[in-house]
């Protein structure tokens, strides 16, 4: 990727080189959502740590890898959003900025419309590649984090394990992987790079590990230490 040759330019030359901005296009893991509790019968309430978000994790591992380029940081995530709401505040929320990259990051709620849902899913992926590429930024797909696998002891009974049994049967019963499948396949189309951190996820699970308890919510954000994880694949994938 172009990305950066343009992070060195700009740390080689602070005066004449351009500005370079990266943004994010998501739902809450992209936001920075972490624990979620209920505050009032049917009033879920959200922990907001921007700072800990794997965008935030990535502009510091930036500044480490050449600390003299400033990388601007557009974070677009938004709670509860799908590859749909992406697609309507694209123009507003990404273009606008003009990025150099543009990660984008769905499934977590598009899934929730079941097997159904996975046309429109792919469909609107499809117009934010075209529209982002036309742009003439560069675009990492991003394949999230799994949901849970079961309703978690640390959960208070009511709407929170109502949601944690929905999710957990969706990620069980396949559902999760064909929309992941669907994310892959549409970035194959547009010649777009994937940072599959879904895949790593399913390869912890597959060898044991109890990926229930890396979510922060134990349902569908991950931990802190996590997001880790995601900005290390962006990584990989911006220096292949």
Not at 67 to 88: K, T, W, Y
Not at 104 to 131: M, Q, S
Request: proline residues 5%; contains cysteine; negative net charge.
């Amino acid at each position: 990727m172009k990305i950066f040759e343009k992070i060195a330019q700009k740390g080689s030359d602070l005066r004449g080189a351009a500005p370079v901005t990266i943004a994010f296009l998501g739902d809450s893991v992209t936001q920075g959502c972490f624990e979620i509790y209920e505050k009032a019968p049917g009033q879920i309430e959200t922990v907001f740590k921007r700072e800990d978000a794997y965008s935030a994790v990535l502009r510091r591992q930036l500044a480490e890898l050449c600390p003299p380029a400033a990388v601007h940081i557009i974070n677009a995530g938004i709670s509860g959003d799908s590859a749909p709401g992406g697609l309507a505040r694209i123009d507003r929320d990404i273009l606008a900025y003009h990025p150099d990259l543009t990660v984008v990051c769905f499934g977590l709620n598009d899934n929730g419309h079941g097997l159904a849902g996975i046309d429109t899913y792919k469909n609107a992926l499809r117009e934010i590649f075209a529209k982002l590429k036309a742009a003439g930024s560069e675009v990492i797909a991003m394949t999230p984090n799994m949901m849970n696998t079961y309703v978690s002891p640390h959960l208070m009974p009511g709407v929170m394990t109502d949601i944690a049994a929905a999710c957990a049967a969706r990620q069980k019963d396949g559902t999760m992987d064909a929309y992941m499948d669907a994310m892959r396949d549409a970035a194959k189309e547009y010649d777009i790079p994937v940072a599959d951190v879904y895949a790593l996820w399913k390869s912890m699970d597959e060898k044991g590990i109890d990926t229930t308890e890396l979510l922060a919510n134990y349902i569908n954000h991950p931990t802190a230490k996590m997001h880790e994880l995601f900005a290390h694949a962006l990584l990989c994938v911006m220096l292949a």
